[in-house]
Structures are given as C-alpha cells and as structure tokens.
C-alpha cells in the first residue's frame, strides 16, 4: 500500500512517498480503517525533525489525523489519534490522555498517512456519509485538543473575555470557534493582519499584530486596565510573557504546547497576589472524543481549511505548513 513516510529525522527531503508498505492486519479489540484523507498538525514537523525521548522505526509512516471507510463496511468514520491502554488509573478514571503509556499515532505509533491504518475499536467514531471529508479529516486533534483546554480545563464563561495568541494554527482557529460557540468575548493575536481580518471574519472581536503592538499593553489600554479572564496559549517561550501580562485577576491561562520553545519563566509573586490558575492541557478523553465527534456529524467547529494536497505532494504538503504562511489546516488526500 502507499504511505508518506520518513526513515530518518532531518528537512522535508527526508519524506518518501512508499507503495509497497504492507497492508496492517487488525488484532483483537482492533479495526481498520481504508484512509481517504489525512491532515497534518505541527507535531508532524516535530516528528520529521526529531524530537528527544521520541524513536522511530525506518518507514516510519507519518500524520494524526484522518477520515476514512471502516474496512468491510459503508461507514465514515474519524480517528482519534491518542492511543491509551485502558487499564492504568488514569484510563481507570476515564482520562485517557493522562495514561501513562499514552502514545500519539505519527509520533509514538505508526501515523495516519497511508491507504489502510489500524486503530483500537475505541479510536473511531462513525460520522455522517455527507460529512466534507477535508473538514472531517483536519477535524478531530485540534478540536479535541481546543475542546478540553476551553470546556473541561478553563471552563470559559459566555461572560468572559479570552485572549488566543497566534491565530491561524488549528488548535487556535478551534479554540476561537469554540470559544464564540460559548458566547465569551475573544481577543486574537498575529503578525500577520491578512490572518487577523480572516479571523474577524469568523467572529473574534478584537484583534492585535504583535509584530507592530504590544499585546499586554494594548489589551490593558483597550480593558480599563482589566485584561482578559482566559489566555490560550500554544506558543510557548515567545508568547508567555505577552500572556501573563494580559492576564486580569483571578485569570487562568491554558496551555497546550510551546511550538516556539519550552523554557518560560514567571514572577511566583504575581501568581499569588492576582491569584491565576496555569493549567496544562494534552488531547481529550474518551468523553470528549464523543462530544467533539456529535460537533461534526451537526457540521459545527468545522475547520477552516487551508489547502487540499495528493499524497504524492506530500513534501508540498509539509513545506506549506512549515512556511507558517497558512491559515487553518492542510489537508492530504489519500484516497478518493
Ligand atoms: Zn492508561
């Protein structure tokens, strides 16, 4: 079968569209899935460079994402990419992405992009035959991901004012769709305000280009001194201090990555004194897997899409999300 692949870490020239990657079998509790379309998340940049404590195998098949034919059957189904053992305590607890032998398909098992996958039972959801099949392939890591930071970690209000660094990258569109969803009031940022205008289109309310303002500052002027309840942070080292210093009193700040570096610092005083909650946030549950997945099969949180590239521009595919240039998500079609 084809599968976009890399044998070694390295720049976009180490993927290698293969065909004769063999047909995986299903074993007990498992299904297959006949691929039609994949999407690929920053994660599948990480992975191609490498990242540390992370092996792969050689023709290690690469993406998280995708919609498919379940092998034997009519049915389209979405995959949910976190991989859980469903006996330790955590699995116990129903909170599959804090097990402790969570694994990520594409990063820690074999990825998504390729003509046939295997998943555990648990991992699909059946959705409707009309369902836009770029959208159902780019829906489920970063709505899952967006879903539990807004609704299960920071638990925002239609009352409250969120800010989203870094509008553009699908967990951030998501997290905007979510959050206007909830009713709250949302502040986007980017450098970018041919991004800002399209994210006023999907109805954020205040927009700033942190290339050309100071997004603390400005979010205080523009709030009475204020700032916002909620922050939205997957940026990371760049964005962290921008973050906290837009942060009002009793704020919480979710964070659910760091794709422009780890290290952040923080004065522990002004934690207490304005008494913020830093939550973390990885994936979703099993319940939430099922909550997002009812969000598609009403068409709801559909994401935007970006562009749609064959299989066979894989490398294109890759090169479009590294350039940053996109606005929501790229999409690889893997069957028709
Ligand atoms: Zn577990």
Redesign the pocket.
């Known amino acids: 079968m084809r599968a976009l692949t890399i044998s070694a870490h390295g720049g976009l020239d180490r993927l290698e569209l293969r065909d004769d990657m063999p047909i995986p079998e299903a074993g007990p509790g498992e299904v297959r899935v006949r691929v039609l379309a994949a999407a690929l998340n920053h994660l599948d940049l990480f992975v191609l460079r490498g990242l540390p404590g992370v092996t792969i195998t050689p023709r290690w098949v690469v993406g998280a994402d995708a919609v498919g034919i379940l092998d034997g059957t009519d049915d389209l189904v979405v995959v949910n990419p976190g991989l859980?053992?469903?006996?330790?305590e955590?699995?116990r607890r129903g909170e599959?992405s804090l097990?402790?032998?969570?694994r990520l398909m594409g990063e820690h098992a074999p990825g998504t992009i390729a003509e046939y996958i295997v998943v555990p039972e648990r991992n699909v959801a059946r959705i409707p035959r009309q369902t836009p099949i770029p959208e159902a392939a780019a829906f489920t890591l970063t709505t899952l991901t967006a879903w539990r930071m807004l609704v299960t970690r920071a638990k925002i209000r239609p009352d409250e004012q969120i800010l989203i660094q870094g509008i553009g990258g699908g967990v951030a569109l998501s997290a905007l769709q979510i959050a206007k969803q909830v009713g709250a009031r949302v502040w986007v940022t980017s450098s970018s305000d041919e991004k800002l205008a399209r994210a006023r289109e999907l109805g954020a309310d205040e927009t700033i280009n942190y290339r050309t303002t100071d997004v603390a500052r400005e979010i205080r002027a523009r709030t009475g001194k204020r700032g916002v309840d909620v922050v939205v942070d997957s940026v990371g080292e760049a964005t962290w201090s921008s973050s906290l210093g837009a942060l009002g009193k009793f704020g919480r700040l979710v964070t659910c990555g760091a794709t422009s570096g780890p290290t952040v610092t923080m004065d522990a005083r002004r934690l207490f004194w304005n008494q913020w909650t830093i939550l973390g946030s990885t994936m979703g549950n099993d319940a939430e897997f099922a909550m997002v997945t009812n969000e598609l099969c009403e068409q709801r949180l559909m994401p935007p899409i970006d562009s749609v590239f064959d299989i066979s521009q894989g490398r294109e595919a890759f090169a479009r999300l590294e350039s940053g240039a996109q606005f929501g998500k790229v999409v690889v079609r893997v069957a028709t």
Do not use: H, I, L, P
């Open positions: 859980s053992d469903g006996t330790c955590y699995c599959q097990c402790v032998n969570f």
